[in-house]
């Protein structure tokens, strides 16, 4: 490991000796594959039926990877991190709205998200995930080239005004949108939706950031085709591996298709640095967030803003992680002057829960993750435990 992202003093210098332990025992139990299989199960059946679980979700997983009930309550945590040199993303991370009235709801959620970070220095860029703004099987459609019937062809036109109303709110109180990637059975849409707004917001300074999901095999073809076929546009992108994989790679198996998932790591490692050599080349036309917990790709593009003399904080880029992950990159990437921030979800733990199973399950997948989180956590016990 570098010895720019071994200082566990930094990295966990917000932590007490409590929440130290918290995330040692969590991170055991992520690390455990079935044990992490069996818990999803349990919290699916217990959220299904009711049952009186939020106190010990609450005090546990959630008071690790969130924020928050509200935004308000993530305030402290945002002015802490502020003050390590660590700018805040709050993300109101609710999932599975189906009706016209829920994603009104949740379009009138993020304008008010908008309102409450604006003038916060700390809080640079919001966030917003497709689908709480559509239907799923909608974006599904527009995706597959699906003819549409009238009054689908409605529901879509109300999309692209929720879309449409966030971005303009953002451009007009000068924050930055993230447009999170989601499954391929509905990202082109969402790519096709994103572009239409980086053509309306983007001509001179980046306002929409489209995630692009590197696990993807046709991702660097995607990347060249879009600055190929779109002239006037300043690009904002944010790189990704991606959140989905077991689950793509079950949807194709179940339908005989090939996956559009790498093979593997290594595969998905090399995708990602591509995209990183790619967008340097074309630096005065893109401005991208790394959002990876991977420390070699960060100190590969670490390297590449030295190598191209420009600044640490040269404001075209940024480094991304989510909150209660990867400490030891985002504290040390702020002391040493990087842009970079957490990503905070914020709601409440019945909304989040999916979220939180989402990570369970990421982590428990991606080789070497669980590791090197516990073993952070445990150099530092140590390191505190001689200052006794």
């Known amino acids: 490991m570098s010895s720019i992202f071994s200082n566990t003093k930094e990295a966990f210098s917000l932590k007490s000796n409590f929440e130290l332990n918290r995330a040692l025992f969590l991170f055991r139990i992520i690390g455990n594959k079935s044990f992490v299989k069996i818990t999803t199960s349990l919290t699916k059946f217990a959220l299904k039926y009711n049952l009186p679980f939020t106190s010990l979700i609450k005090i546990t997983v959630f008071d690790h990877f969130c924020g928050g009930l509200n935004e308000k309550e993530c305030i402290p945590l945002i002015k802490k991190l502020y003050h390590k040199k660590v700018f805040s993303v709050l993300d109101f991370s609710t999932e599975g709205f189906e009706t016209e009235e829920e994603f009104d709801l949740c379009l009138e959620k993020k304008i008010s998200i908008i309102d409450f970070v604006k003038g916060k220095k700390q809080i640079p860029f919001v966030v917003f995930k497709p689908t709480c703004l559509g239907s799923y099987s909608l974006f599904s459609k527009v995706s597959s080239n699906v003819i549409l019937n009238n009054e689908e062809k409605l529901k879509w036109s109300r999309v692209i005004q929720r879309f449409e109303k966030i971005c303009k709110k953002a451009s007009q109180e000068n924050i930055k949108i993230l447009i999170d990637a989601e499954e391929v059975e509905v990202q082109k849409a969402i790519d096709d939706l994103a572009v239409l707004m980086m053509s309306k917001f983007n001509s001179l300074n980046p306002v929409v950031y489209n995630t692009v999901q590197m696990y ?3 991702r660097m073809s995607y990347l060249k085709n879009l600055l190929k076929n779109n002239d006037n546009i300043i690009f904002g992108l944010k790189l990704v591996r ?31 640095n591509l995209a990183i050599d790619f967008v340097f ?33 040269d404001s ?12 030891n990159i985002s504290f040390n990437l702020g002391k040493n002057n990087y842009n970079t921030f957490k990503i905070i979800p914020f709601g409440s733990v019945k909304n989040l829960m999916p979220y939180l199973i989402r990570r369970a399950e990421e982590n428990s997948s991606v080789q070497g993750q669980t590791g090197r989180e516990l073993q952070l956590i445990l150099d530092e016990k140590k390191r505190r435990s001689v200052l006794k």
């Open 316 to 327: 075209r880029i940024w480094f991304g992680q989510l909150y209660g992950m990867s400490d």
């Open 281 to 313: 080349k074309n630096i005065k036309r893109v401005s991208f967030v790394c959002a990876s917990h991977n420390e070699n790709s960060t100190l590969k593009v670490m390297k590449m803003i030295k190598d191209k003399g420009l600044k640490e904080n």
């Open 242 to 272: 991606g959140a989905y994989m077991e689950k793509e790679r079950k949807i194709a198996n179940e339908n005989g298709i090939e996956s559009l998932i790498c093979e593997n790591k290594a595969e998905t490692d090399k995708n990602f």
């Open 216 to 218: 993807r095999k046709d």
